[in-house]
């Protein structure tokens, strides 16, 4: 009998529980699958600190090898240096990482050649449905001629591309705290920032993917608790925050408060376009109105996008965007092959903060121009009634508009506000912006009361 894969492959990924719902045997299956479909005769593979990771990496190698691809590993790596290794190498890659999630977790980020991405729609369900037809019929035949393994360590060279993006020469001394979550970025950190004038403060390094000191996730506020104390206990000048596989960050200033992703877009947004005069910058549709207010003010085009790493990508390679950012802090560059890397990010805010004298909290000011709700989600039970009340209540009022690009937005002089239902989970989740705090608490009051609604 077929492999019920509906389980483990996403929208984007492969990711699921090792050993209960994929293993070695599957992997082995989705490397054969890969090279079939992406038609490569060389790729490259890398994986995270999982203790399932190098055991699922070896087994897609030896698939791939089998279907006659010459296979790259390149070992312990972050997302993002996989990246860079199948932009500067142009060869499809495989990274092995469940991201964010607990250990238990494995998973699949699948690319072709120069980082483009591969998901339902660009070669993921032909993957899935080979992967499944074989596990019914038995193995395919191994290819006229067997690929070869080779290894190969990326990490310099990944670090020297970085810090060749941003200018770095007038850095002032910093003392920065990074807290790695025992994920990737204990890996890449050191070397990436090797050389500069920091006064670097470790925080969970130690590459161990049962994560022992808290979750890999920055985007849950819990899991910033311990870099917020250590930033202000060591007097330093910012605090960095790694997910699992390094390929986003969370920046926290001088006092230990977080700053907003979507004030991180503008301010790279800004740099970006001072580089490249007249860009184009993308923004999902839940960022704050201060990105596409930031990007007109420096002279660039802002871009509105669904939420989402293939919807950024794809409009970024139709429009020739030299930058996309994310609420989740996920962020885009032309020069990392329109992929995404959360270290490229963290230089330009050592950069924008380094070349001037005022404390980040200043800096950031600019860029973090209203009040916000975060993500607030809820577990419904009728995720379209929900919606279409919502929708009713807001439609036909005068001076406010309603688009549903991704979910539903509702636009007011004042406010907006987004609720769009997750794709995986029966969760609908919504984002308040407004020009005061008590408006983004009143509206959030008022919407979530719809939402839960239980008639």
């Not at 492959?9 to 045997?25: I, L, M, N, T």
């Not at 090279?35 to 399932?52: F, K, L």
């Not at 038995?138 to 360590?153: C, H, L, N, V």
């Amino acid at each position: 009998m077929a492999a019920d894969l509906s389980q483990i492959v996403k929208a984007y990924d492969v990711r699921g529980v090792v050993p209960d719902q994929w293993g070695e045997e599957l992997a082995e299956l989705f490397g054969a699958a890969f090279v079939q479909v992406t038609g490569a005769d060389g790729i490259v593979v890398g994986h995270d600190m999982r203790p399932s990771s190098p055991g699922l990496a070896g087994a897609f190698a030896r698939g791939a090898a089998g279907r006659g691809a010459d296979v790259t590993l390149i070992g312990l790596c972050s997302t993002d240096q996989l990246y860079f290794a199948s932009g500067q190498l142009s060869l499809p890659g495989a990274m092995f990482t469940a991201s964010h999630n607990p250990a238990q977790y494995n998973g699949i980020k699948m690319c072709r050649a120069g980082a483009a991405p591969v998901g339902q729609d660009t070669g993921l369900s032909e993957i899935r449905a080979l992967v499944e037809r074989w596990t019914e019929e038995g193995a395919p035949q191994p290819a006229g001629r067997t690929g070869t393994i080779s290894e190969r360590d990326t990490l310099a060279d990944y670090a020297a591309y970085l810090k060749s993006l941003v200018d770095l020469t007038r850095i002032r001394p910093l003392k920065v705290v990074v807290d790695a979550g025992n994920g990737m970025g204990g890996h890449t950190v050191p070397t990436v920032l090797d050389g500069l004038p920091l006064e670097l403060v470790p925080m969970y390094f130690e590459l161990d993917g049962t994560f022992p000191n808290h979750e890999a996730n920055p985007l849950d506020p819990k899991n910033l608790v311990d870099l917020q104390a250590r930033v202000q206990t060591e007097g330093a000048d910012l605090g960095l925050a790694f997910d699992g596989d390094a390929d986003r960050c969370f920046v926290v200033d001088e006092h230990g408060v977080p700053v907003s992703p979507s004030a991180i877009t503008a301010l790279v947004a800004a740099r970006e376009l001072a580089k490249a005069p007249g860009g184009t910058i993308i923004h999902n549709l839940i960022t704050s109105w201060s990105v596409p207010e930031v990007v007109r003010e420096n002279g660039g085009t802002p871009v509105r996008t669904r939420v989402g790493h293939s919807f950024i990508k794809e409009e970024m390679a139709k429009t020739g965007a030299i930058f996309g950012g994310e609420h989740s802090a996920h962020y885009y560059f032309k020069d990392f092959w329109n992929a995404d890397t959360g270290m490229l990010a963290a230089l330009h805010v050592l950069a924008a903060l380094g070349a001037q004298e005022g404390p980040l909290s200043e800096l950031v000011a600019a860029y973090d121009r209203y009040a916000a709700s975060g993500e607030i989600n809820s577990t419904v039970a009728d995720q379209k009634a929900r919606m279409a009340a919502v929708r009713q209540a807001y439609e036909g009022q005068e001076g406010i508009t309603l688009d549903e690009l991704d979910g539903l937005t509702v636009t007011a002089t004042d406010w907006w506000f987004n609720l769009r239902a997750s794709n995986t989970e029966p969760l609908l989740r919504l984002n308040v912006e407004a020009r005061d705090p008590n408006t983004v608490e009143q509206l959030t009051e008022q919407v979530l009361g719809m939402v839960r609604a239980t008639d």
